[in-house]
């Protein structure tokens, strides 16, 4: 059944959601969305390994996925953690609000 | 694209598959609105809560401990992800990889160990409070 | 699957490591106690170091197809728990005055170590991958410390997104040449990657070197460099100018040299790197000259630093660049832990901020006047003076420039030229700050008889080490033959 499928077509379309998640984190300042689209990114990358895995007939594709699942998760969890610390100094999640260095 | 004829058949299951789904639904919403009978009322436009009379707006402010919570679910089920991969593999790996495993999980029970002891899990008020106490007894 | 005694042994350093991270971490959870919680990671730490050794008694061994362990693995290696160490002996002294929890730092930095060991010995994109993972996620934690300054909350922000971005780039670069080679290990794709310059395994290289790029602030990609040094507790500043980044260099080394030689030979990407160099020795020194911050001078010297890093991997060849980029990333480790070292010593974490301004400094040499030494000596190795170690690195960057017989060859010698030339004006305006006579505000005062203390002692072994290579280079040069021999192979 996964033979029908070309790789191309997997490829792009981790191709499309990994540039929707790229410009999310750079248009969104919302630091919520930005955790979101970088998760968006990440995902893709993961759904690109699963699609070459799949296409050499290996495990290792899969097995990077845990690896990239796992690092979202690391990551969820020290950004959450960021969210409530800005949210608790200025009552916003806007980025800019935080940026004070320059240059 | 092959077009052997069992793709044919694969790709011919699914669509059928996929017009039962339209069909039932369709079915489902249709079916009441042609034979059940109507009534309107006030009451009916309430949030309905197993015959409770709900209370209160639902944007609640929880409390941050619930987060902390909901992070080591995400943490250790990805972890456990990491034990899947291995017991689909666990008569190649042999010994060794059973050790590594062993390993794997002993470093995960030392990291519980560690949550447990700074606190992170006693998030009952009243198991803060006596931690409280304590602290304050002592100093 | 076989795993003999050998392989074991090779692998020590980081077994021993990852065990230390382990053991802090119930340590703390058993009793916490500063002192004792330092003392059972200093020890660990140590014991790690002292394993190098014993690793390298059992020469070349590739264990699993993860992890390669050979001279070029253990001396870097070696640098990076000795960078890691010197960290954690900052950070002692320095953030007794925290209010909060004080010992998680170390279980970070422990952990962010063994990333970085696993970075070096990685010969596979899948250990590439979670070395650096290891030792990003543990310094968002750590830039992010003392989260009482508001600064470090920002900082912490900017490394998270940046750093989290970088690595999805790396991460899809990764699984298209993945797509086409159908290989994680470097060995197989090196060879392939000249033969076989698809656009798809080019974009996918191309994103690889971006996202490496990323996390070394190179000059297109540096633009968090300066404000997560400003932002980061000065031992983390050290720990991420040295440790950190020797390990992601190491990988890109170890690929691009060594394994995938391919990747070099494509005009597209060697051009684009060495745009990169050019462009990451200008912006470092030109924007360096505007800051008041000794913090993001740092940073921004650290930029330029990594430029020339670049063009001698760019020119060097397989022998002399790998000689060459050991010797000049020692030099730049010792250098780099003596200045960041004076800025800890005289900084409490428990200030609203370190002192890094350039105005703290001012007439520092009339109040402590062996801190304002030891910060004279490491600017001085900094900007490349004769007689300090600094000459010798830039020595090696120039010579592997010189013997570049091409254009590129030339234009990068002018661009170190003219940033070295820009670099000594702005390190000695902080010289000058520190001796310009009526001082200013005495508000950061470092504490008496910081010489006594393990991190003023290791301050002061940093700064002697930067005198010592700059008078006697022999010792460092049959030092890094360990690193050349994987080179000669």
């Known amino acids: 059944m996964l033979e029908a499928i070309p790789m191309e077509h997997g490829l792009a379309l981790a191709g499309v959601l990994f540039s929707l998640g790229l410009a999310g984190v750079l248009i969104r300042r919302n630091l919520l969305f930005i955790l979101m689209s970088i998760e968006i990114m990440m995902n893709s990358a993961g759904l690109a390994f699963v699609v070459a895995g799949s296409r050499w007939h290996q495990p290792d594709g899969q097995i990077m996925f845990i690896f990239v699942l796992t690092l979202a998760a690391a990551e969820a969890a020290i950004g959450l953690a960021l969210v409530l610390q800005l949210y608790h100094r200025y009552h916003s999640l806007d980025v800019d609000a935080a940026s004070e260095m320059r240059g | ?139 | 699957m076989t795993f003999t005694v050998q392989q074991f042994q090779a692998l020590l350093p980081l077994v021993i490591t990852c065990a230390t991270s382990v053991l802090v971490m119930l340590s703390i959870a058993w009793r916490r106690h500063h002192a004792f919680n330092t003392l059972v990671c200093m020890l660990g730490l140590n014991a790690a170091l002292v394993s190098v050794y014993f690793a390298a008694q059992v020469g070349p061994q590739a264990v699993t197809p993860l992890f390669i362990v050979d001279g070029y693995s253990l001396f870097f290696t070696g640098l990076i728990l000795a960078a890691g160490l010197a960290s954690v002996t900052l950070i002692n002294t320095y953030i007794d005055s925290f209010k909060y929890n004080r010992e998680e730092m170390y279980l970070l930095m422990t952990i962010a170590t063994a990333g970085g060991i696993v970075m070096a010995s990685a010969h596979h994109f899948a250990s590439l991958f979670i070395g650096l993972e290891l030792l990003s996620v543990s310094l968002f934690g750590l830039v992010g410390y003392s989260f009482h300054r508001p600064r470090a909350l920002e900082a912490a922000i900017k490394y998270l997104v940046l750093s989290a971005t970088a690595s999805a780039v790396l991460l899809f670069g990764i699984a298209l040449i993945y797509s086409q080679f159908g290989s994680l290990a470097f060995s197989e794709i090196g060879p392939q990657l000249h033969e076989d310059a698809r656009p798809i395994v080019l974009i996918g290289l191309a994103m690889l070197l971006i996202g490496l790029a990323f996390k070394l602030s190179l000059a297109p990609f540096h633009l968090w460099t300066p404000d997560v040094y400003e932002g980061a507790p000065a031992p983390v500043g050290a720990f991420l100018a040295t440790a950190a980044k020797v390990a992601v260099f190491a990988v890109t080394v170890r690929f691009l040299l060594l394994e995938a030689i391919g990747a070099l030979q494509i005009p597209a990407i060697f051009h684009t790197l060495a745009a990169i160099a050019i462009a990451s020795i200008l912006v470092g020194n030109l924007l360096a000259l505007r800051q008041n911050n000794i913090k993001r001078i740092l940073g921004y010297s650290s930029i330029a630093h990594f430029g020339y890093l670049l063009v001698l991997l760019l020119t060097g060849g397989p022998v002399f660049g790998v000689e060459g980029f050991a010797a000049y990333l020692t030099i730049y480790v010792v250098t780099s832990l003596s200045s960041f070292g004076v800025v800890t010593l005289m900084s409490k974490c428990g200030q609203d901020r370190d002192a890094d301004q350039l105005h703290d400094l001012r007439g520092l040499f009339w109040r402590r006047p062996y801190l304002a030494t030891l910060m004279t000596v490491s600017l001085l190795s900094l900007g490349g003076i004769p007689l300090t170690a600094g000459f010798i690195g830039k020595f090696y960057v120039i010579v592997a420039a010189m013997t570049f017989q091409s254009s590129w060859g030339w234009a990068m010698l002018a661009a170190i030229v003219a940033g070295s030339a820009v670099g000594i004006y702005f390190y000695l305006r902080v010289m000058v700050n520190l001796y310009l006579a009526k001082p200013g505000m005495h508000k950061f005062e470092a504490q008496l008889g910081w010489g006594q203390h393990t991190s003023g002692l290791m301050v002061l072994c940093a700064s002697a080490l930067v005198v010592y290579i700059g008078v006697y280079p022999e010792t460092l040069m049959q030092l890094v033959q360990i690193a050349k021999a994987a080179g000669v192979q």
Not at chain 2, 42 to 52: I, T
């Open chain 2, 1 to 139: 694209m092959t077009s052997s004829p069992e793709a044919v058949s694969q790709f011919l299951s699914i669509a059928a598959y996929m017009g039962g789904l339209c069909f039932l639904l369709a079915f489902m919403l249709g079916i009441p609105r042609l034979l059940g009978g109507k009534a309107w009322g006030r009451a009916k436009n309430d949030p309905f809560e197993s015959g409770v009379v709900s209370q209160g707006g639902a944007r609640l402010r929880f409390p941050a401990k619930f987060y902390l919570v909901a992070m080591f679910f995400v943490i250790f089920d990805a972890e456990a992800l990491y034990l899947y991969a291995w017991s689909v593999s666990v008569r190649e790996s042999g010994w060794v990889g059973f050790f590594e495993a062993v390993t794997f999980i002993l470093i995960l029970l030392a990291g519980l160990v560690y949550l447990v002891r700074i606190g992170a899990l006693d998030w009952a008020p009243e198991q803060l409070r006596r931690r409280r106490e304590r602290e304050q007894q002592h100093n």
